[in-house]
């Protein structure tokens, strides 16, 4: 289950505005259970089958966004915890576009952090070989390495075949980035200094802090990559970066969203081969939601909590 409710916290205005209006008032947008009912017109689903909810809830398959690959942006879309009722709850509704099948080979507790946490860093990986064109053993830094998302990008991009500097603040967290498998594992002002001494090609952010942005757009080297993940409250501001240094330094800005799609099924091979795992470090039932939140606010553990419901 996911917990960052940033929407509900007010830091994203509009779509806080958009659960109001459209009284969505049950979060949760990570759920895994059973299929009990099938709509008129399904097919692609049947009763007694395991699948799981993620943020896309639903996308219309026949406009200009949908056809070209990218169904986030459908005018027609759906998202849980957002314009559906979310998954904390006994019951919840999806597409059977949006379920996602869920191999008997991963267990529910494993399962429910890939549906958004690990789905979206393994688009924001894959966006370094579709869109920024990085081939492997070129070194990237992934800013926010111990959380919920940075943990996956940390061991995905590894198994994509790059070199990982993970970033993070704390010993503690450090050290939890160094033993997923990071190259390097540093604190910001390190990974200033290595900066000047390896080339970033890369640098993917999934901090929702500006100041995560802005160690990115400082270290990123010559013809970089800044894949924007993370979204800070927007007070915060803008992205320290102007256009001559993007105009000299040549730096690419990439937006990714959430995977849909073939990606599940690409995350779901590398979990089961054994390169991508989900670290679970709180566990708990439904009625401890509120506290296990705040538990993430106040950054008590790393990774991922799971709620059993």
């Known amino acids: 289950m996911s917990y960052s409710y940033p ?50 809830n639903y996308w219309c398959g026949s406009c200009d966004m949908c056809l070209s690959g990218n169904p986030h942006w459908c005018r ?15 019951y919840a509704t999806v597409s059977e576009r949006a379920a996602v099948p869920i191999p008997e080979a991963i267990s529910d507790e ?20 579709t869109e920024a064109r990085i081939p492997s053993g070129k070194t ?15 061991q995905i991009a590894k198994a994509f075949g790059y070199r990982v500097m993970g970033v993070d603040i704390g010993k503690s967290r450090v050290e939890f980035v160094k033993n997923l498998g990071a190259d390097y594992a540093v604190e910001p002002d390190e990974a200033v ?11 993917i952010v999934f901090t929702p802090r500006i100041s995560g942005y802005n160690l990115a757009a400082r270290i990123v080297g010559t ?19 102007t256009p001559i240094n ?38 708990g039932k439904l009625e401890e939601v509120n506290e296990i939140y705040n538990e993430l606010l106040n950054l008590k553990y ?8």
Request: charged share 20%; net charge neutral; aromatic share 6%.
């Open 140 to 154: 990237i830094a992934v800013i926010g390495a111990a959380g919920g998302l940075g943990h996956y990008g940390v």
């Open 110 to 129: 494993e399962a429910a952090p890939l549906l958004c946490g690990g789905v979206t860093a393994y688009g924001a990986v894959r966006k370094l070989v």
């Open 193 to 203: 200094e290595l900066s000047n001494k390896v080339p970033i090609s890369a640098a």
């Open 302 to 309: 790393f990774s991922r909590a799971v709620v059993s419901i």
């Open 76 to 90: 027609r879309a759906s998202y849980t915890s957002v314009t559906v009722n979310g998954t904390y709850a006994e």
């Open 223 to 241: 013809l970089g990559t800044i894949v924007v993940v993370g979204v800070p409250d927007e007070q915060e501001g803008p992205i320290n970066i």
């Open 7 to 56: 929407s509900v916290e007010g830091d994203w205005p509009y779509v806080k505005q958009v659960m109001e209006s459209l009284k969505v008032n049950i979060l949760g947008h990570e759920g895994v259970g059973v299929v009990e009912e099938i709509g008129e017109g399904v097919t692609l689903l049947k009763k007694g089958q395991r699948v799981g909810i993620p943020w896309m």
């Open 246 to 283: 993007i105009v000299l330094k040549g730096v690419k800005i990439i937006p990714s969203m959430v995977g849909v799609t073939h990606e599940f099924s690409e995350l779901f091979d590398l979990y089961i081969s054994g390169k991508v795992k989900s670290v679970v470090s709180r566990r």
